[in-house]
């Protein structure tokens, strides 16, 4: 087998197992990935601030002998500060920012032996569920069809992994960050329970805890061992998500049930989803049923259109606070072009936001969260679509001429293309998205599973048997079968 159908047909464990057996070397591995950068990128947009002698420089000071040694990876151009990777934080206001210190997401990705060269695109403060930031110089494309988006707002990561430049990817998730362009690309996106993993020291928490990071993956197994190398507070974290029971790599062998598995073809408001949402919901339930688990039709009784408010004006003053923030230090005023519309409009929608009502906002969040805390009482799982369409063609959430508020909130907004993600970063609960379901032209439509607060490892456990029954792997988009075609 030549390196690249290794390559392949590896998920980042399998990579790491033949590295440790010393079939193929760290040093091997990156080379294949910046092959298939070259190769690919140009046409996706994809990756970006690539920073291969900070790779090369890794491997040869020796790489620590974590899970994942000698893997490729790439951290979103968001978070995830480190020394070695400056970032735009998809932003020409952020363009080449750098950091004095690593973020403990970062050090603990690196403990795992992996190897990091550059980063990938996200929108600009990672709002809006595509990736189509200025400072990219072009939006990033869908390699199921390059003129649909790859989701956001970690749409590049999504793009790289779905494309075949490596198996697993850094992502984070304030209202479905992995879980859209997870379900967008065909991929395994999983939202842990808020605070599992670390923020510091640069946040203290991220859209009042609703932020969090996570992972872009094609196996669950890939995701669970970046979980384990990474979960867990750091140094002086305000609060903690609950222990876990054992692991999350112990959690792939779980086999739980007979669950109840509640689940709806609507919104979580009662309004029709596509067709095609609605036959992936359909399909998921069957063979859920199929593996001996309890079906129910039910939603949550919660105000979601309230919570939906409140995460609007959460997310519009954070990223009034990372403006204003970077202006102050500078200690010159924003100039044209160095924020894109949507930013610009929440700005000002923020600076209307008075602090009584955006502790209002986070009240009304935790109200939330209780609300659907009540619903799991009776359900051990909420099964639902990721998105009520599968994914929108490019240009539709860009962010030019856009007003934040309808953006959002509008009838054609982001929160009616996505109505059920956030849900679950205001509750704090586990979520994950699987891809189960493509359309007849050849757009992944994932499926959304959800579970009581502190269960991630029963949601993994149940992800894992769906893998198992349901592989989705060796699907891949013509473009990661064959990356060395002639250009378009």
């Known amino acids: 087998m030549s390196l690249s159908e290794l390559y392949d047909v590896s998920d980042a464990v399998a990579l790491a197992g033949h590295v440790a057996k010393g079939d193929v070397s760290p040093g091997e591995l990156l080379d294949e990935a910046l092959r298939r950068v070259a190769a690919l990128n140009p046409e996706i947009n994809a990756v970006t601030m690539l920073q291969e002698d900070v790779a090369r420089r890794l491997i040869a000071q020796g790489l620590p002998d974590g899970p ?29 920012t750098h950091y004095a210190k690593d973020s403990a997401i970062y050090a603990r990705l690196k403990a795992a032996g992996l190897v990091t060269f550059g980063r990938t695109t996200s929108p600009e403060g990672g709002v809006g569920p595509t990736t189509e930031a200025a400072v990219y110089g072009g939006p990033t494309r869908n390699p199921w069809s390059l003129a649909h988006t790859p989701g956001g707002s970690s749409g590049g990561a999504a793009a790289a992994v779905a494309a075949g430049i490596l198996p697993a990817a850094h992502g984070s998730d304030g209202g479905g960050s992995v879980r859209i362009p997870a379900s967008s690309c065909g991929l395994f996106g999983f939202k842990a329970t808020r605070a599992r993993t670390p923020d510091g020291p640069y946040v203290g928490e991220g859209w009042a805890g609703m932020a969090i990071d996570g992972f872009l993956t094609r196996s669950v197994r890939d995701t669970a061992v970046l979980l384990d190398a990474t979960q867990g507070p750091d140094l002086g974290a305000p609060y903690a998500a609950p222990p876990l029971e054992a692991s999350f790599g112990a959690a792939l062998a779980r086999r739980d049930g007979p669950l109840t598995i509640a689940f709806t073809t609507t919104t979580l408001t009662g309004e029709p989803i596509a067709p095609e949402c609605r036959a992936a919901v359909e399909s998921a339930a069957r063979l859920l049923e199929g593996l001996g688990h309890r079906l129910v039709e039910a939603r949550p009784d919660a105000d979601t259109a309230g919570m939906m408010a409140a995460w609007t004006k959460i997310v519009g003053c954070g990223t009034a606070l990372t403006i204003e923030t970077a202006v102050r230090r500078r200690g010159r005023p924003l100039g044209d072009g160095e924020i894109e519309s949507v930013a610009r409009s929440a700005l000002d929608y923020a600076r209307t936001v008075s602090g009584a009502d955006y502790l209002e906002a986070v009240n009304k969040m935790h109200a939330y969260g209780r609300e659907m805390a009540a619903f799991f009482e009776r359900a051990d799982i909420l099964l639902t679509a990721t998105l009520a369409e599968p994914p929108a063609l490019l240009g539709r959430f860009d962010h030019v001429g856009r007003d934040y508020l309808d953006y959002r909130m509008g009838p054609d907004g982001v929160f009616a293309y996505s109505p059920f993600t956030a849900a679950f970063n205001a509750s704090g609960q586990p979520a994950a998205s699987l891809p189960l379901h493509w359309t007849p032209d050849g757009l992944p439509v994932g499926i959304h599973l959800a579970a009581a607060f502190g269960r991630d490892e029963a949601l993994l456990g149940l992800c894992a048997r769906i893998e198992e029954a349901a592989p989705w792997a060796g699907r891949r988009p013509p473009i990661a079968r064959n990356p060395d075609r002639p250009k378009i």
């Open 68 to 96: 994942l040694k000698g893997v490729p990876f790439l951290l979103k151009d968001l978070g995830a500060e480190a020394i070695d990777f400056p970032t735009n934080n998809g932003s020409r206001l952020f363009a080449n």
